[in-house]
């Protein structure tokens, strides 16, 4: 869900269609995000653990970003964004570009949240170092689209890793949804590779992203059913 090449956003290097297609997965995205930071917050209110805390803000930050992004290519498509930018209106569209750059950044602080939920940082000084690195790289990075999602994947590697080991400790099917949730996210980053060759997986990417979130909002919905029974 993430295209930070404004450029090519204005070229349309893909059928318009493609793009109309992404928007339609994008709002999915938007309402599974909220929906499991919904659950992350119900769940923290009833069980007072950090990790449904973590995963409250992860997904906050991650359903605003994907919604800054998916109001601006509409917009674009709509042919609102070029009007403001011919009419010399740019003004007017800072923003929207600058929440959606700022999202953007917020994406990698939510994959760190996400990571402290399934780690052994257990001290806050030590993860709010983390935060901090983050924000530095995520502040170099955003702009250019190929290493903002080489690292956001860099992140997410830690997490389908861990997840995987805790699963082949019990073979518990709700930990398996969980890593294969996370190696999805993984996989929509690491895909922006092949974007460039082979244009379909500018769609691929943001549906295999889609499978992943609702994958993870089913497993939260099961856990949390069980806590609050």
């Known amino acids: 869900m993430v295209d930070i090449n404004l450029a090519a956003l204005f070229t349309n290097q893909f059928p318009v269609w493609f ?66 930018v011919e009419k010399k209106y740019e003004i007017f569209m800072l923003p929207i570009f600058g929440a959606y750059y700022l999202f953007l950044i917020g994406v990698m602080l939510a994959y760190v949240s996400l990571a402290a939920v399934y780690s052994e940082v257990k001290k806050s000084n030590k993860l709010w170092l983390f935060y901090f690195w983050t924000l530095i790289v995520g502040v170099y990075t955003f702009r250019d689209k190929l290493m903002f999602n080489m690292f956001s994947a860099i992140l997410l590697s830690f997490i389908v890793i861990y997840t995987y080991d805790k699963y082949n ?40 992203l889609l499978i992943g979130l609702i994958l ?12 609050k029974k």
């Open 216 to 227: 993870l909002l089913t497993t939260l919905s099961k856990i949390y059913g069980g806590k």
């Open 19 to 84: 793009y109309w297609v992404v928007a339609g997965i994008q709002l999915l995205g938007v309402v599974v995000s909220f929906s499991i930071s919904y659950i992350g917050f119900k769940a923290y209110k009833i069980i007072k653990e950090a990790k449904y805390k973590y995963f409250f803000y992860g997904f906050l930050l991650l359903g605003l970003s994907y919604l800054a992004n998916v109001t601006l290519n509409i917009l674009i498509r709509l042919g609102y964004a070029k009007y403001f």
């Open 169 to 208: 400790e019990d073979k518990n099917k709700n930990r398996l949804l969980t890593c294969l949730a996370f190696f999805c996210m993984f996989l929509f980053h690491l895909f922006v590779l092949l974007e460039s060759f082979m244009p379909v997986f500018f769609i691929i990417r943001n549906t295999i």
